[in-house]
């Protein structure tokens, strides 16, 4: 199952259903199922401190992503801050929703056993959210 909910912020514009439907379809090109996923959209202020309370880090970021898997089934929280997806979206020159959506799949793709940090990380986790962003725009024809 997976839920949407929001605190401090208006819940996103996005059909729910269809994106999950998505979501389920992206994972399971990676061969996993989908279990319990929850995302959560907050602004920069409790990503901060999200980010504080359970990494130790200081600074903000689009998303966090709470890895819960259990074998092939991905489990997880997603932290999105609404606030910094739409700094993103001006500053890479992308529509709000387009950015909104990839930040979405990224949080999938990272528990699907993408990675982002290390050498040559980062063009892999986009090529996999390029091919995931397509997909969508496939599926809504």
Known sequence: MITYSAEDVKMPKIRKRDTSRWIKAVAASYGRKVGEIGYM??????????????????????????????????NGDLVISLDTVRTNAELFHKSYEDELNRVIIHGILHLCGINDKGPGEREIMEANENKALTLLKEMQG
């Not at 907050?42 to 901060?48: G, H, I, P, S």
């Not at 990494?55 to 092939?72: C, K, P, V």
Request: proline fraction near 0%.
């Open 41 to 74: 959209f907050v602004n920069d202020e409790k990503m901060l401190e999200v980010n504080n309370e359970y990494l130790g880090h200081d600074y903000y970021t689009d998303i966090i992503t709470f890895d819960y898997d259990e074998g092939d089934v991905l």
